[in-house]
């Protein structure tokens, strides 16, 4: 996660800060860190033997020299042909951030959209929206009519919002499942939290009672039919990971899970077609020429869904 602007950061800290207060200190999850150290297909030392045995490089993310990708999701049949699009959204503080297009099947970009600033720290697209991580707590939804035609025209077209932002309890990272919208809190030193919104026909998110725990320093979500898959990171000479937690309980505690280490700087993650792609802010203009960024990482990384939701049966 990059640094934010100031106002942005305020409204994250105070919004986080509210919602932990009440949770209780919670022992530390265990990891698996096993690993050759030896060499891998992406940039830096082997992150796990459970990670490299299971992922695999996936497309290019463009715009690496101005933008920094974080927010990762997917649209199916997304110009009515029974085309699919991996969508990954990318900021730029002080500039518009953007949505990329990304063909699963050939790892093309098919068109690049700007949309205003914003972290963009999770996408997704359900019920007929697109909804994106807006500024500081909040969620921006995108009628997929708009943003169809925006991806298929030239240059870098904007697109604005339809409606203004729904205030939330977190919007750090997004996900989505059936009529389903998960957002959460990003927490540096703890767990954070998600809540669940129902999503009506016209992109109105209602809050369902009752707070999920997720692990500290959640960046990225993707949510399966029985289970949820989050990208923690921090920092760049720090190592990600990756937990695969059963749903059904709220407390993390009392959930079945499994947790492995990845490569530095995971951000978003999403599933397409069984198939689950991660991002890596790692190579952004901002990381990828300091030498102290662990991992480099240029390209989405991928991984059979079995391969992951299989550890937590």
């Not at 979500?221 to 309980?249: D, E, P």
Request: glycine share 10%.
């Amino acid at each position: 996660m990059a640094r934010r602007p100031l106002a942005i950061l305020t409204v994250l800290i105070t919004s986080v800060a509210a919602l932990t207060a009440a949770l209780p200190a919670r022992a530390a999850i265990t990891c698996d860190t096993a690993t050759s150290g030896g060499s891998t297909f992406y940039d830096g030392p082997s992150a796990s033997y459970k990670y490299d045995a299971r992922f695999s490089n996936s497309a290019s993310i463009p715009n690496l020299s101005t933008h920094t990708p974080q927010g990762a999701g997917t649209w199916y049949n997304w110009d009515g042909s029974g085309k699919n699009l991996l969508l990954v959204a990318s900021y730029r503080t002080g500039a518009d951030s953007q949505i990329y297009g990304i063909d699963p099947s050939t790892g093309s970009t098919v068109g690049v959209v700007a949309i205003a600033e914003s972290h963009v720290g999770g996408i997704t697209v359900s019920q007929g929206w697109a909804f994106v991580s807006g500024q500081g707590s909040s969620i921006r939804k995108y009628s997929l009519t708009a943003l169809r035609d925006a991806m298929k025209a030239a240059g870098t077209p904007y697109l604005t919002q339809v409606g203004t932002a729904r205030d939330v309890a977190a919007s750090s990272f997004i996900g989505s499942y059936g009529a389903s919208l998960f957002s959460g809190s990003f927490n540096e030193t703890g767990r954070g939290v998600m809540y669940e919104y129902k999503i009506a026909a016209d992109g109105t998110l209602t809050t369902v009672a009752g707070a999920w725990e997720v692990p500290t320093k959640t960046q990225g979500l993707t949510v399966t039919a029985n289970h949820f898959i989050y990208s923690t990171s921090y920092g760049r000479t720090n190592r990600s990971n990756l937990y695969v937690v059963k749903r059904g309980q709220k407390d993390l505690d009392a959930a079945a899970l499994s947790c492995f280490r990845a490569p530095s700087m995971t951000e978003g993650i999403t599933e397409y077609n069984g198939t689950a792609y991660l991002v890596y802010e790692s190579a952004s203009h901002l990381y990828g020429s300091d030498p102290a960024t662990l991992n480099v990482i240029p390209r989405l990384h991928k991984a059979s869904i079995s391969s992951l939701t299989s550890l937590v049966p």
